[in-house]
């Protein structure tokens, strides 16, 4: 964790290092699986390669997970001569948080939301959309950006992108097993089934186990972010209003103008999806209701009155 006064969460840091773990551990199985069920020469340098595909996945995504979000977002970073308010209110966060001041951008759509990205706190960005900026009070905005920043200090979006890496290169490895044209076809192991079934049974359960532990993960970092937010500016009504604000204008905004954030929905602040159901294992944040159940009892310890 980054060294800075947002509230330290050992819950998430624990959490971040099982999932690491697990989801390498996962990785090395789906190698070692590849080379024993294909066995031959050709199936060696198969998993071989699939070791590297994975791990040059992690190493992109490590190194460019701020220009890929952004490119998503169709966002542009801006100047403190462009953007004045947004950067004073960062500067104030960051001056109150201790720690480096990221990079601003801005994303032209009507969605609201934020989100933060960056292989470092050196190297973040923190991102709003237009629609936020034109739907948040002040004291609401400030809330958001906190909530944010500490998901820069607390080092969790490199933990969710890195992670992901193990889960993409299943889902690669289905695809091509669906189709069995890197397994020799028909070819069977030595149980009579064909291998690229193996491989597509190995490969999904992979995924499978990767997207729930990525999903658990991704719930409780958003609830730890609102904690630590909540506790850095002291007001936490402000930011449950604001929550409250964002998941009701994203009801009624287009499903075009949401499908245009929908790539990175897993990091912004609320999900942009509209009209279903946010209690299931797929869920990438916490229910409304969650969150603002524990920014009630913020506000209640400490001692201010509700909004």
């Not at 624990?14 to 699986?33: H, P, S, Y």
């Not at 820069?152 to 189709?179: C, E, P």
């Not at 028909?186 to 089934?193: A, D, K, S, V, Y």
């Amino acid at each position: 964790m980054a060294q800075s006064r947002f509230l330290p969460d050992r819950g998430l840091t624990l959490r971040m290092t099982t999932v690491m773990f697990l989801l390498g551990a996962l990785f090395v199985a789906l190698i070692a699986v590849l080379m024993v069920v294909l066995g031959s020469y050709g199936g060696m340098r198969l998993a071989v390669l699939v070791g590297l595909v994975g791990i040059g996945v992690a190493v992109y995504q490590w190194y460019s997970s701020d220009k890929v979000a952004m490119r998503a977002m169709r966002a542009r970073e801006v100047s403190p001569e462009e953007a004045p308010e947004l950067h004073g209110v960062i500067d104030r966060l960051c001056a109150l948080a201790d720690m480096p001041k990221p990079r601003v951008g801005i994303a032209d759509t009507q969605v609201p939301n934020a989100f933060a990205t960056g292989r470092s706190p050196d190297r973040a960005v923190v991102c709003v959309t237009t629609g936020i900026l034109q739907t948040l009070t002040a004291e609401e905005l400030e809330g958001v950006l906190a909530h944010e920043l500490s998901h820069v200090a607390h080092r969790d979006v490199l933990v969710m992108t890195v992670a992901s890496s193990a889960g993409i290169a299943a889902g690669m490895l289905t695809q091509g097993a669906q189709y069995g044209a890197f397994f020799g076809g028909g070819r069977r192991n030595n149980n009579g089934l064909p291998v690229w079934l193996v491989v597509l049974v190995v490969s999904l359960v992979v995924y499978a186990i990767s997207f729930v532990l990525l999903r658990l993960l991704s719930r409780y970092r958003e609830l730890s972010a609102d904690r630590a937010g909540a506790y850095l500016t002291m007001k936490p009504a402000a930011l449950a209003s604001a929550l409250q604000k964002i998941t009701g204008e994203i009801n009624v905004i287009p499903q075009r103008d949401l499908r245009q954030v929908s790539a990175a929905s897993a990091l912004c602040i609320a999900p942009a999806i509209r009209g279903v159901s946010l209690r299931t294992l797929t869920s990438t944040h916490p229910s409304l209701e969650q969150r603002l159940e524990q920014l009630a009892r913020i506000q209640a310890e400490l001692g201010r009155p509700t909004a």
